[in-house]
């Protein structure tokens, strides 16, 4: 029996994605788990939420309804992964001594269910495909703004480093910057920290901008790679997040020495995943040029198979049949020819895809479990 259900999420950079009721095919059926959620959008007003439950798209006209002639309503669809998001939103502003401040806030969100309609003030501006990027670009400028102007000129760079109660204080300002601008997109903020080490945060953002590049191709991931991608970056996100707990922990030495020991591995383990990171990004790439160059390979061997039975066939030919039977013939098994040669050619595709599939992801199974070896090392 053929699975008749899509997946609306192929990149795990991807938070909501919009559809238009002409862009799915009628009876589609998607399975929607329960941090996922479907706004469903008829004649422009939102008339339903469904999450945890496998909703037919586009579902036919009943009995009645045909029998009254009525037509189907004018329907799209917004679809969301709830979460829960970790937002990164660069900030830039100036410290009370007048040096230039640049740094990064995490924001850890998630979208409301309810809420989920709300996205569609980006659809509306051309963006179908919603990014974690799209959403902190939404919001970043407001933000970043309002925070420079109200907390960050109050206080030094070294104490928004090191000085516990000024770091909560920017915490807590933050997050009252934060959760309003949220809230028009239909999230709810849990939790804040703050990054001011350009070199760490910097690299988090690199990583986030190539799922974002990935997601605006159409780049589609596999679930396994996707979930390994997801761990990777969470893995380096949560690297930034303890440093900023270490540097809000108590000024006394255990509490210190524990969270830094712990930081320390942290870092260790990240370094390993980057490699991780690199190998996951550029499987699909080896395996488009794979199937290209066996393609073209292919492409020639057909060719000249075809040439060479079109010789023997034209010598038959001319051995036993007169002028016009042979002309008909001809015609006729030159058309048998091409589909031959472009089922032969599907099939033999189908086949080396399969085969080069297999191929690597034999080799990045190999990748994997030699780097987990030197991690249990």
């Not at 960050?152 to 300002?173: F, I, K, N, V």
């Not at 190539?210 to 679930?223: D, G, K, N």
């Not at 930034?240 to 509490?255: F, K, V």
């Not at 591995?265 to 080896?286: F, H, I, N, S």
């Amino acid at each position: 029996m053929t699975d008749n259900r899509f997946r609306w999420r192929t990149n795990p950079a991807i938070v909501a994605q919009y559809y238009t009721g002409d862009q799915l095919p009628n009876g589609v059926e998607v399975h929607l788990k329960p941090n996922e959620a479907c706004a469903v959008i008829e004649n422009g007003e939102v008339v339903g939420i469904a999450t945890s439950t496998t909703m037919t798209i586009n579902p036919e006209l009943g009995t009645l309804s045909k029998l009254l002639k009525r037509s189907p309503p004018t329907r799209s669809f917004m679809f969301a992964f709830l979460g829960p998001h970790e937002l990164l939103v660069p900030l830039n502003g100036l410290w009370a001594d007048g040096g230039k401040g640049v740094g990064m806030a995490g924001l850890k969100m998630q979208l409301r269910a309810d809420d989920v309609g709300r996205l569609l003030t980006l659809a509306a501006k051309g963006t179908t495909t919603i990014t974690l990027g799209d959403m902190a670009n939404t919001v970043a400028h407001e933000i970043s703004n309002k925070f420079a102007a109200a907390h960050m000129t109050g206080a030094s760079q070294a104490d928004a480093r090191s000085d516990p109660a000024t770091a909560t204080l920017l915490e807590a300002g933050l997050r009252t910057i934060a959760q309003p601008a949220l809230a028009e997109l239909g999230g709810a903020l849990d939790r804040v920290w703050l990054s001011w080490t350009p070199s760490d945060h910097e690299r988090i953002l690199r990583m986030r901008k190539e799922l974002e590049m990935m997601a605006e191709e159409q780049h589609m991931i596999s679930e396994k790679n996707r979930l390994e991608m997801e761990r990777i970056l969470a893995q380096e996100i949560n690297v930034l997040e303890r440093q900023h707990q270490l540097h809000l922990a108590a000024t006394e030495y255990e509490a210190k020495g524990a969270a830094a020991s712990e930081l320390a591995e942290l870092r260790v383990k990240a370094e390993k995943e980057r490699e991780k990171w690199a190998v996951v990004t550029q499987r699909d790439e080896l395996e488009a040029g794979n199937r290209l160059r066996r393609a073209e390979l292919d492409a020639d061997h057909q060719d000249s198979v075809a040439n060479l039975r079109h010789g023997n066939e034209m010598n038959q030919l001319d051995r036993t049949m007169d002028l016009e039977d042979k002309k008909a013939e001809l015609e006729r098994r030159r058309r048998e020819r091409k589909m031959q040669v472009a089922d032969e050619q599907a099939e033999y595709l189908r086949q080396q895809e399969m085969k080069a599939a297999k191929h690597n992801n034999k080799m990045l199974r190999g990748a994997f479990d030699a780097m987990d070896g030197d991690d249990t090392e």
